[in-house]
């Protein structure tokens, strides 16, 4: 059956230090693959889009990487601040002309 | 530019009740869709449409209804509604590009809908 995962519910750590956020993905070849930060009783918000024929995506502090043949992306907040602190759900397409599909998300809480 | 608008934020219904949620985009977006949200589960797609006059159903869809008259517009309503539609309610639209591909989506706020 086909499945998004999240690397886990909830991540802890040290503001400074870099955050590494995981999206596995079965029975999907999505052409690309997004992120969202998404705040407690707010609706999502889109951050990096990333295609299947990129491996690294950057902007600012975020960095993604998409591994077609892991069936993985990374996303990495370098220099992380308590102000990222929020949800971050990966999203990927379910095909050609197909709708979003939604990871379960991962917490984020950088501590000061 | 108020991007994409939900009403009501806050809803409490009696089961059996029937309501509509409102969603509108200023965007001219081909693309919108509803989405539910619940604890350990993600959004879930209930219906979506890729323009007016046209609807399709998501991985979601029973006892909602939708309609798209308009580009603007895409109202939820909930037939009769049951405990087990307590959930968020979140509207998103996002331009239906060049090959049926689909881009970055557009939140509204959302609608914590109760049923009691």
């Known amino acids: 059956s086909q499945k998004i995962e999240q690397n886990s519910e909830a991540l802890n750590i040290q503001e400074g230090k870099t955050a590494t956020l995981t999206c596995n993905y079965t029975?999907?070849?999505?052409?690309?693959l997004q992120w969202y930060r998404q705040d407690p009783g707010r609706g999502p918000v889109f951050l990096l889009l990333i295609r299947e024929n990129e491996k690294e995506k950057r902007k600012e502090r975020l960095k993604v990487t998409f591994d077609t043949t892991l069936k993985q992306s990374l996303f990495h907040i370098t220099a992380s601040q308590p102000a990222d602190s929020a949800t971050y759900l990966c999203a990927l397409d379910g095909g050609y002309g197909q709708n979003f599909v939604f990871g379960p998300g991962t917490r984020l809480s950088v501590l000061p | 530019n108020a991007g994409v608008t939900q009403t009501p934020k806050f809803q409490v219904l009696k089961t059996g009740q029937s309501m509509t949620l409102q969603c509108a985009q200023d965007?001219?977006?081909?693309?919108m869709s509803w989405y539910r949200q619940d604890p350990g589960m993600g959004l879930r797609l209930i219906h979506y449409?890729?323009?007016?006059?046209i609807t399709d159903q998501g991985e979601v869809p029973n006892g909602y209804n939708v309609s798209r008259s308009t580009t603007e517009d895409f109202p939820l309503r909930l037939l009769s509604a049951a405990p087990s539609q307590t959930s968020v309610y979140f509207c998103a639209s996002s331009y239906w590009g060049r090959g049926n591909m689909n881009t970055e989506a557009f939140f509204g706020q959302g609608t914590r809908l109760t049923v009691v």
């Open positions: 029975n999907y070849s999505p052409a690309y």
């Open positions: 449409s890729v323009g007016a006059g």
């Open positions: 965007m001219n977006h081909e693309y």
